[in-house]
């Protein structure tokens, strides 16, 4: 059962760092693309970031510069380092597993996804 376990929301004020984890279990870790997405109350769920197979990244115009996607294989996580927040970064964070090992920005393409941990920006 493929499974995956986001951690590392918190609360942050404008303009500091946070970075959210995912653990995925029960897929070939690093043959898949892997993605980090978000969502507000009443809002869709928007692509913030993915990583592929071979490493290669896509992101979101506006948090690019910002945040950084990466993945370890050895410990079948991958990682959203978040710098300069802003409060439209208020949202619930997912991470997804894609059934390739290429990426989309595209969250109706991604076929697993985790329960989320909340980021909250304040001034």
């Known amino acids: 059962q493929v499974q995956l376990a986001e951690s590392g929301g918190d609360s942050v004020q404008v303009g500091g760092s946070l970075t959210l984890s995912c653990v995925v279990s029960?897929?070939?870790?690093?043959?898949?693309?892997l993605g980090w997405f978000r969502q507000v109350p009443g809002g869709e769920r928007e692509p913030v970031a993915t990583?592929?197979?071979?490493?290669?990244?896509l992101y979101q115009p506006s948090v690019k510069g910002r945040f950084t996607i990466t993945k370890d294989n050895a410990k079948n996580t991958i990682y959203l380092q978040m710098d300069n927040l802003n409060l439209d970064d208020t949202a619930m964070y997912y991470c997804?597993?894609?059934?390739?090992?290429?990426?989309?920005?595209?969250?109706?393409?991604?076929?697993?996804w985790g329960r989320g941990t909340q980021v909250t920006v304040f001034e």
């Open positions: 990583i592929d197979s071979t490493g290669g990244t």
């Open positions: 029960g897929l070939p870790f690093g043959d898949y693309c």
């Open positions: 997804a597993a894609r059934g390739h090992g290429w990426c989309l920005l595209d969250p109706d393409s991604f076929r697993v």
